[in-house]
């Protein structure tokens, strides 16, 4: 038990990739990383048994060692010094139970959404339907995204990160159960944050950080990524609030999407 926990001592970060037929990608990602003494990297392949993103992540944490827990999309590039800087900055921070990046899109920095906020049911009908896209829905969609934030070069708190880079601290993450494997993909670190959120604990967005997503490199068959979508959605929605509403947004947006898809 003595060198075990010695061992244990040692590991300050560990960062878990989940891995989906994009092989291409994770071997930049892992190149991006870098070495480090305090740091270990551990790579859940779901490429032929695929559990979901949320139980990869949750295979890779029983098995991970660091006092914090990097959840990384395989399809990312860290940049600079973003690691040290977010476990430092963790470090300082007793009162942070999750940290996001900035995320860009591609290696021209457009951003990329990196963080939000938890919607209410029937703000979720204009931010995850075509709405969103028409003029009068704009004020809340910038509700959504803190787009009144005149600073958003400092850390903010937040309600939700992406989950294509999110740091949590070990005993958190246990402490509210991990990932709810019931998200096979997709709303899984909006659900964690929210818990995270209840705990007592601050969801931080910490600009200084930086990664690249290129998003979408696993390759599912977009029907497929659109299904296990808004199945999630509807999960997160009936998680948060009564069946009756959820179902109710739930039509609603799928509507809403239907009428879009034919007028197209």
Wanted: charged content about 25%; overall charge positive.
């Amino acid at each position: 038990m003595k060198n075990k926990s010695k061992i244990f001592n040692k590991i300050c970060l560990s960062i878990i990739i989940v891995n989906y037929k994009a092989n291409r990608y994770l071997k930049k990602c892992l190149q991006s990383i870098g070495k480090n003494n305090h740091w270990e990297t551990i790579v859940v392949d779901n490429s032929q048994n695929n559990i979901g993103y949320a139980g990869g992540c949750n295979l890779g944490a029983k098995k991970a060692r660091g006092k914090y827990f990097l959840f990384l999309n395989s399809d990312t590039i860290l940049l600079g010094e973003s690691l040290n800087m977010m476990v430092n900055f963790f470090e300082k921070n007793n009162e942070i139970g999750i940290l996001g990046p900035r995320i860009y899109k591609n290696r021209q920095k457009e951003k990329q959404l990196s963080f939000c906020r938890f919607p209410s049911l029937w703000e979720s009908v204009f931010v995850y339907s075509p709405l969103k896209q028409l003029g009068f829905a704009e004020p809340i969609w910038n509700n959504f995204i803190y787009q009144n934030r005149l600073n958003l070069d400092q850390e903010l708190e937040v309600d939700a990160v992406s989950g294509a880079a999110l740091m949590i601290e070990r005993d958190v993450f246990f402490k509210v159960g991990g990932f709810d494997e019931n998200f096979f993909l997709y709303f899984e670190d909006n659900d964690l944050c929210r818990r995270v959120q209840k705990a007592g604990k601050k969801i931080v967005f910490f600009p200084k950080a930086e990664i690249i997503h290129f998003g979408g490199k696993s390759s599912f068959d977009l029907d497929k990524v659109n299904v296990l979508f808004k199945k999630s959605r509807y999960y997160f929605f009936c998680k948060y609030n009564s069946f009756i509403f959820a179902a109710i947004a739930e039509l609603i947006i799928r509507f809403l999407e239907e009428i879009a898809r034919r007028i197209r």
